[in-house]
Antibody, heavy 125, light 112 residues
């Protein structure tokens, strides 16, 4: 059974750096074609894709947020970490991590399944 | 870069059929697969359709997906509506040019 769980602070202050950890089980991120991604959802708003890391340690970021994001993995711990710098109240959201299974040998173009339960991060002074 | 546009909300009665559209702003809808996710209040999204028209195991065959190149859009159709289908639905595709995943704005389905 594949599961993912997000962890991190519930509250951060403006200008601080957010660090979130996704701990997963049931698959290995060293398996060819496998990827893990981060997605966020402000309260009452739509989903927004943030970043992805693949089995080969390639990383891709949202065009609009790439200057603020860093994604990394620790394969031995089955963890993926996302950092977001210079947090602002508009970054208040539920942050999800999700696996992207390989389709046709690659996760690129594939879908998010499953998702973690999400963690709500509030940015406020 | 492209956007995916969905209607903000749709409503229909139990037992009826509803279709939710997802229109791609530029480039061909057929260029990359479209997925559909269901999100109930307070829960994470789950996949109801992947690769345009494939259903994950456990998703009832009342859910179907299609794409239409003439309108450059994808559609999610839910037949035999049940109150439990009331949720937000998001379409999603992939932008090969910049390796970004793209979500639609979501559609709130009300079954009344």
């Amino acid at each position: 059974q594949v599961t993912l769980r997000e962890s991190g602070p519930a509250l951060v202050k403006p200008t601080q750096t957010l660090t979130l950890t996704c701990t997963f089980s049931g698959f290995s991120l060293s398996t060819s074609g496998m990827c893990v991604s981060w997605i966020r959802q402000p309260p009452g708003k739509a989903l927004e894709w943030l970043a992805l890391i693949d089995w080969d340690d390639d990383k891709y970021y949202s065009t609009s947020l790439k200057t603020r994001l860093t994604i990394s993995k620790d394969t031995s711990k089955n963890q993926v970490v996302l950092t977001m710098t210079n947090m602002d109240p508009v970054d208040t959201a539920t942050y999800y991590c999700a696996r992207i299974p390989a389709s046709g040998g690659s996760c690129y173009g594939s879908w998010f399944d499953p998702w973690g339960q999400g963690t709500l991060v509030t940015v406020s002074s | 870069n492209f956007m995916l546009t969905q209607p903000h909300s749709v409503s229909e009665s139990p037992g009826k059929t509803v279709t939710i559209s997802c229109t791609r702003s530029s480039g061909s809808i057929a260029s990359n697969y479209v997925q559909w996710y269901q999100q109930r209040p307070g829960s994470a999204p789950t996949t109801v359709i992947y690769e345009d028209n494939q259903r994950p195991s456990g998703v009832p065959d009342r859910f179907s997906g299609s794409i239409d190149s003439s309108s450059n859009s994808a559609s999610l159709t839910i037949s035999g509506l049940k109150t439990e289908d009331e949720a937000d639905y998001y379409c999603q595709s992939y932008d090969s040019s910049n390796r970004n995943w793209v979500f639609g704005g979501g559609t709130k389905l009300t079954v009344l």
